[in-house]
């Protein structure tokens, strides 16, 4: 499933149209297929190469049970009703869960998290390059208690919200977006001048 190497054009182009899709439509990837992707997503930037994350796949009907403890999690009717019929909107629901070494002596917590968000980034950008599309979720639901009994979460880690996951919809145009504005971004104070 490695495919053969890519230019750096290449690359380089697939960070820029890569988008999120709020409704994905069958098939996500299987269970082998994303086992492959998780794994490469893994090589992401990790000091002490912690791998401080797990991951909890939700799909076909366990998306109903998942729709309905977010339901009673939620503040309001029209909220509860939402999160019933949101969980529906790809085939797979990947739970991110966070789950730091609080006394790491090197790799401080705010490591652990940046780590975790590298790796959900780079399979973001691996299933878009093998056709799949996704968008992370999240909302208070992530701290709700019976969302955290539901799922197994245990009380020192974090519930990161849940990349949704399927293939983006065969009548959905992708919009061309202009890459942002950065130049006020980069601070070239500490630079020497290029000549």
């Known amino acids: 499933?490695?495919?053969?190497?890519?230019?750096?054009?290449?690359?380089?182009?697939?960070?820029?149209?890569?988008?999120?899709?709020?409704?994905?439509?069958?098939?996500?990837?299987?269970?082998?297929?994303?086992?492959?992707?998780?794994?490469?997503?893994?090589?992401?930037?990790?000091?002490?190469?912690?791998?401080?994350?797990?991951?909890?796949?939700?799909?076909?009907?366990?998306?109903?049970?998942?729709?309905?403890?977010?339901?009673?999690?939620?503040?309001?009717?029209?909220?509860?009703?939402?999160?019933?019929?949101?969980?529906?909107?790809?085939?797979?629901?990947?739970?991110i869960v966070l789950t730091p070494e609080a006394d790491h002596p090197r790799v401080p917590p705010w490591e652990q998290l940046a780590a975790t968000a590298g790796m959900v980034t780079t399979l973001t950008l691996l299933l878009d390059s093998h056709d799949w599309a996704s968008i992370w979720r999240t909302g208070p639901a992530v701290d709700a208690p019976q969302v955290r009994k539901h799922l197994g979460i245990r009380d020192e880690e974090k519930l990161l919200g849940w990349l949704y996951i399927g293939t983006r919809p065969q009548a959905e145009t992708v919009r061309q977006r202009q890459p942002p504005d950065t130049s006020g971004k980069i601070n070239w104070t500490y630079a020497p001048a290029e000549s």
């Not at 490695?2 to 054009?9: N, V, Y």
């Not at 994303?34 to 000091?47: K, Y």
């Not at 797990?54 to 403890?69: A, F, K, M, Q, S």
């Open 1 to 95: 499933m490695i495919p053969a190497p890519a230019t750096a054009e290449a690359v380089l182009h697939a960070v820029l149209v890569r988008r999120s899709y709020a409704r994905l439509t069958d098939p996500a990837p299987t269970r082998a297929q994303l086992e492959v992707l998780v794994q490469a997503a893994a090589t992401a930037p990790d000091h002490g190469r912690l791998r401080p994350w797990r991951l909890i796949p939700v799909t076909g009907h366990e998306r109903n049970r998942l729709g309905d403890v977010l339901g009673e999690a939620a503040a309001t009717p029209q909220q509860a009703h939402r999160a019933v019929s949101n969980v529906l909107r790809a085939p797979m629901l990947l739970s």
